[in-house]
C-alpha cells in the first residue's frame, strides 16, 4: 500500500524506451500540447490505460450477465460523458477502447485556455496556470494538467484577482500593441555654438 505521506507514481514508462517511432510521435506530442516532459505525456497514457482495462473487464463481465457490471459499465461511460471524453449519450464500451491519448490531453486545463484564445500558445497558457492567472468559474486552478469537465469548460477564464484580466494587458491576444515613445523634437539652435565641420575636417 506504501506510506501514505509519500505519493506514489501516477505513470508507467515505456517497456521498451529506445524506440525510434515511439519516440518520434512522442516529441511531436510534447510539442502540439505544449508538455513540459513525456511524464506528463505518460500520465495522460496512464489513465487513458485505466480508462481501456476498465472497459474491457465490463465488457466480458456484462457478456455473461452480470447485472452489478452493467450498473458500472454505464457509470464509466456516464463518467466519460462528464469529462468530455465521450459523448453524453449513445456511447458504450467499444467507443471507451476506440480513444487515444490525444483525448485525454485535449482535455487538460492547459490545452482548453489555448484554445479559448486565453494565451497565444499552449506554452503561454501553462505558464498563465502555473502563476495563478486562470480560473474555473470563481476558483484559481495551478496545475495545467487538469482534467476540466464539460460542465466546467463555459466557466475557463483569467482570474480577476489577476492583472492578465485587464483589457488592456499587453501580455493577452489582442490587447492593442504599446504606443511607441514620441520622438523628441529639435530646440532652437544656441548662439555661437559651433557650426557643422567643413569637408577638411575643420570649421568652415
Known amino acids: 500500500m506504501g506510506d501514505p505521506k509519500f505519493s506514489r507514481q501516477k505513470y508507467e514508462r515505456p517497456s521498451h524506451p529506445w524506440e525510434g517511432e515511439r519516440i518520434k510521435a512522442e516529441n511531436e506530442l510534447l510539442k502540439k500540447y505544449g508538455l513540459k516532459n513525456k511524464k506528463e505525456l505518460w500520465r495522460a497514457q496512464s489513465v487513458l490505460r485505466r480508462f481501456r482495462q476498465r472497459a474491457r473487464t465490463l465488457q466480458a463481465m456484462v457478456r455473461y450477465g452480470d447485472k452489478q457490471a452493467g450498473k458500472e459499465k454505464d457509470e464509466l461511460i456516464g463518467r466519460l460523458g462528464r469529462l468530455g471524453l465521450l459523448p453524453t449519450e449513445g456511447a458504450t464500451l467499444d467507443d ?4 487515444d491519448v490525444e483525448a485525454v490531453l485535449s482535455r487538460r486545463l492547459q490545452t482548453l485556455a489555448f484554445v479559448k484564445g486565453l494565451a497565444f500558445t499552449p506554452h503561454q497558457a501553462r505558464q498563465f496556470i502555473v502563476h495563478g ?9 495551478t496545475v495545467p494538467g ?3 469537465a464539460r460542465t466546467e469548460e463555459g ?5 480577476p484577482r489577476s492583472p492578465i484580466a485587464n483589457d488592456m494587458h499587453p501580455a493577452r491576444p489582442g490587447a492593442p500593441p504599446p504606443e511607441p515613445p514620441a520622438e523628441a523634437e529639435p530646440g532652437p539652435a ?5 557650426g557643422p565641420a567643413g569637408p577638411g575636417g575643420g570649421a568652415p
Open 96 to 99: 471507451v477502447l476506440g480513444l
Open 133 to 141: 492567472h486562470v480560473a474555473i468559474g470563481s476558483r484559481r486552478v
Open 146 to 148: 487538469y482534467l476540466v
Open 155 to 159: 466557466g475557463i477564464v483569467y482570474d
Open 190 to 194: 544656441t548662439p555661437g555654438a559651433p
